[in-house]
């Protein structure tokens, strides 16, 4: 993924004000904007001086970008770890920090994966966020990374969250919080958690917003998601496939002897129903059988695998490719 510098875009310093940020934006604006520009490559600059404006001149959104720049070296591909975009609140605000409604703007790949589709501080910003209201405080929205198992058994976690918080003077810095968070059994990657009452405080006795908390897993070493649906590589011997075989196979609920098929090939998929995340109904948990082949390195095991080629003068396994 490309990381995107939106300070040089704008040709304005990491340390410009909000009303340089504007001016700056204007100013190159008017000078790419497809309908009157003569440059080379005017709408895509456009485009690029458009992003970098919605990303800093909400200080929410700023505070943001500006932790995530400290920890990239400059001038290096950016390939963001897991769970990069995990851990930043942001208020339910539905307009960009100039009061300029945001819209569906077509932005990069980087944007999006920070900030949501819409600019705003996470993608269930958009399903939640209903505009300010006259007394009662605002929503904020987080995303948030848990286990697999988390989601198999339920659990109650400490969470860190990161909000930007804007000072008098319009500066913006990430100050931290913690929360105990009771994540249900059956969570779903996507799905969103109301925290009652844990968004912006109300006005005049209003009650206070609530936080909305959208659910993420992180990797897991054995384990992959597809929806409810959970896969795993489960590594078979040669004769094991060709033969049959019971092994011992895990699940996120412990170890099952699991039979695998006599004349089973490389990637047969062996379902186990119900075994994947739990819900009405649950997912399924499927074992991808990944042949593995032993070295023979000495001569009795060489002369095994000889003896295998002299069983199967016919067999071909590059048949399809022939012309």
């Known amino acids: 993924m490309e990381f995107k510098d939106y300070y040089a875009t704008l040709g304005v310093e990491r340390s410009a004000t909000q009303d340089e940020i504007k001016r700056a934006y204007r100013k190159l604006a008017r000078k790419y ?43 290096q ?26 819209g569906e703007a077509d932005f990069s790949d980087f944007f999006e994966s920070l900030f949501g589709r819409g600019g705003g501080g996470a993608e269930g910003m958009r399903r939640h966020a209903t505009g300010p209201r006259p007394a009662q405080g ?26 930007p918080i804007v000072d008098a003077q319009g500066r913006a810095m990430l100050k931290e919080r913690q929360l105990e968070v009771a994540i ?5 990657r996507g799905q969103h958690l109301r925290l009652l009452g844990q968004g912006s405080a109300g006005h005049g006795g209003a009650p206070a917003g609530d ?25 078979v011997a040669p004769w094991e496939a060709s033969l049959g075989a019971t092994v011992q196979a895990p699940t996120p609920e412990g170890s099952v002897q699991l039979t695998v098929p006599p004349g089973s090939t490389q990637g047969r998929k062996l379902r186990l129903r119900g075994k994947g995340l739990p ?9 991808v059988l990944a042949i593995d082949v032993p070295a023979a390195l000495a001569e009795p095991e060489q002369a095994a695998w000889q003896a295998l080629a002299r069983a199967y003068p016919a067999f071909n396994p590059r048949a399809a490719l022939e012309p």
């Open 184 to 188: 249900p059994r059956g969570v779903r």
């Open 279 to 287: 819900g009405t109904p649950a997912g399924d948990l499927y074992a």
């Open 211 to 235: 936080l909305y908390l959208e659910i993420d897993f992180a990797p897991h070493p054995v384990f992959r998601l597809d929806g409810r649906d959970v896969y795993f590589d489960l590594p």
């Open 33 to 75: 904007h497809p309908d009157v520009s003569k440059e080379p490559n005017a709408e895509a600059r456009f485009k690029d001086v458009a992003e970098a404006h919605e990303a800093l001149i909400d200080p929410e959104r700023r505070a943001a970008y500006d932790d995530i720049a400290r920890r990239h070296a400059s001038g």
């Open 77 to 102: 591909p950016f390939e963001p770890p897991p769970g990069w975009d995990s851990g930043f609140e942001f208020s339910g605000r539905g307009r960009g920090g100039d009061g300029t409604a945001r």
């Open 138 to 163: 605002a929503d904020h929205h987080a995303k948030v990374t848990i286990d697999l198992l988390d989601s198999y058994r339920g659990a109650q976690r400490t969470m860190s969250l990161r909000m």
